[in-house]
């Protein structure tokens, strides 16, 4: 399964773990998510729910997800992004939506999971490109060992 969505700006918050606060209604310290966390999952969810399959897909998988951002200067066009944010926390808000529609059963069923950042060309949108690929139940059949 591949497929391609295009944003008009590729949502930039990653997953980061929840953060402590005080509320003094309560008098207890409390978790909470920040709001441009909440916001982009909502955004890549909405994205990715029209590719859901109708059966979520079984065993060992292989996932690619490419992250393409918007980039007015000339000279990064096609390049590798090297900025912030982190590849890691990028690819767990997807992995997380992809689990939460139901893609898969659980995120710890992805073996093999590649993730790329780069800068669009000049004529194309910013986007979010996700292959899945089942891969065989032993590895041995993936590297020849």
């Known amino acids: 399964m591949k497929f391609k969505i295009e944003?008009?700006?590729?949502?930039?918050?990653?997953?980061?773990?929840?953060?402590?606060?005080?509320?003094?209604?309560?008098?207890?310290?409390?978790?909470?998510?920040?709001?441009?966390?909440?916001?982009?999952?909502?955004?890549?969810?909405?994205?990715?729910?029209?590719?859901k399959p109708k059966e979520p897909i079984m065993g060992p998988k292989h996932l690619i997800l490419t992250f393409s951002f918007g980039i007015k200067d000339k000279k990064k066009q096609g390049m590798w992004k090297t900025t912030k944010t982190d590849i890691d926390n990028l690819c767990k808000i997807v992995t997380d939506r992809l689990t939460r529609l139901q893609f898969f059963y659980d995120d710890s069923e992805i073996v093999w999971l590649e993730g790329r950042k780069r800068y669009c060309e000049a004529d194309e949108k910013p986007s979010l490109t996700v292959e899945i690929e089942e891969m065989h139940p032993s590895y041995k059949h993936c590297f020849n060992e």
């Not at 949502?11 to 980061?16: D, E, G, I, N, V």
């Not at 709001?35 to 990715?48: E, G, S």
Request: glycine residues 2%; proline residues 11%.
């Open 7 to 51: 944003f008009n700006e590729l949502p930039t918050a990653s997953l980061q773990q929840a953060r402590a606060g005080y509320n003094p209604k309560t008098n207890r310290i409390m978790m909470y998510e920040p709001p441009n966390v909440r916001r982009a999952k909502i955004i890549y969810q909405n994205a990715l729910r029209p590719y």
